[in-house]
């Protein structure tokens, strides 16, 4: 499973996306373009994330630009990562 791929399964999973989510790829926009991503499930998003990948996310690492879209999402747990 690639970081992409699982970061996509949490997205899918967390926002309850349905058959609407396959359609998410990295460069599919997030933050205004999904209903279903809004501020309840950036927490359960990050949270998700942090259990899948063993990772900390601080609170003063997190702004709007991470979540733009499904590529800088998975950028931001690859630099967790390393």
């Known amino acids: 499973m690639t970081l992409e791929s699982g970061v996509l399964e ?12 396959a359609k ?13 991503f809004d501020s309840m499930s950036i927490v359960y998003i990050l949270t998700a ?10 609170d003063d690492e997190i702004d709007a630009s991470i979540f733009e879209n499904v590529g800088d999402l998975v950028r931001f747990v690859n630099e967790k990562l390393t």
């Open 10 to 21: 949490v997205l899918h999973e967390v926002l309850d996306l349905g058959s609407s989510g």
């Open 24 to 36: 998410l790829q990295g460069d599919s926009a997030l933050l205004g373009a999904i209903p279903e």
């Open 49 to 58: 994330l942090e259990e899948k990948y063993d990772i900390t996310i601080n």
